[in-house]
T-cell receptor, first 110, second 114 residues
Framework: AQRVTQPEKLLSVFKGAPVELKCNYS??????LFWYVQYSRQRLQLLLR??SRESIKGFTADLNKGETSFHLKKPFAQEEDSAMYYC????????????FGKGTKLSVKP | KAGVTQTPRYLIKTRGQQVTLSCSPI?????VSWYQQTPGQGLQFLFE???????NKGNFPGRFSGRQFSNSRSEMNVSTLELGDSALYLC?????????????FGEGSRLTVL
């Protein structure tokens, strides 16, 4: 069955330190992977998607099919990066059917 | 453009009652998906509608149902409420210009079942 695993519930780093939020997935086909973010008192929103190979707010994520991972990275964390981060898998091309990981709360300390 | 709007934002029901939640998607979006969010299970897909047709359904009992109207607004209904149905119910929409999986979420309807 398809599954998304985020092993860390909470990740705490100091401002300026590198950040890596881990995501592993289970899917035998060609996955489409996303990172969604929810800042305090804001809606869940798309941060980035693997197919675009983009950098958003300094974050990047590379799909590693061999390790079935899609880790989110940022070289220098900022306090405003503090939020809940969810990794999500879309399979079968459906528009709105995502499998979400349980999320990692990132806390960036000053 | 106005974002995805969900009503009501908060509601309290008792076991055995039923509830209807409403979602207005972003103007022009025809796909509406519903998710249940709980501390234990996280975000779980309920169902997806497109042009008034249910396109996908998650692994939830038949007490959970939904529909979509011609103006793309959607409702979901939960009958015979159980304590475990207490959750944040999120609606998300997407349009033709969006890639699969690119969703715009509402603020959610927080349901408490007593």
């Amino acid at each position: 069955a398809q599954r998304v695993t985020q092993p860390e519930k909470l990740l705490s780093v100091f401002k300026g330190a590198p950040v890596e939020l881990k995501c592993n997935y289970s899917y035998s086909g060609s996955p489409e992977l996303f990172w969604y973010v929810q800042y305090s008192r804001q809606r869940l929103q798309l941060l980035l998607r693997h197919i675009s190979r983009e950098s958003i707010k300094g974050f990047t994520a590379d799909l590693n099919k061999g390790e079935t991972s899609f880790h989110l990275k940022k070289p220098f964390a900022q306090e405003e990066d503090s939020a809940m981060y969810y990794c999500a898998l879309n399979y079968g091309g459906s528009q709105g059917n995502l499998i979400f990981g349980k999320g990692t709360k990132l806390s960036v300390k000053p | 453009k106005a974002g995805v709007t969900q009503t009501p934002r908060y509601l309290i029901k008792t076991r055995g009652q039923q509830v209807t939640l409403s979602c207005s998607p972003i103007s022009g979006h025809r796909s509406v998906s519903w998710y249940q969010q709980t501390p234990g299970q996280g975000l779980q897909f309920l169902f997806e509608y497109f042009s008034e047709t249910q396109r996908n359904k998650g692994n939830f009992p038949g007490r959970f149902s939904g529909r979509q109207f011609s103006n793309s607004r959607s409702e979901m209904n939960v009958s015979t409420l159980e304590l475990g149905d207490s959750a944040l119910y999120l609606c998300a929409s997407s349009g033709q210009g969006n890639l699969p999986g690119e969703l715009f979420f509402g603020e959610g309807s927080r349901l408490t079942v007593l």
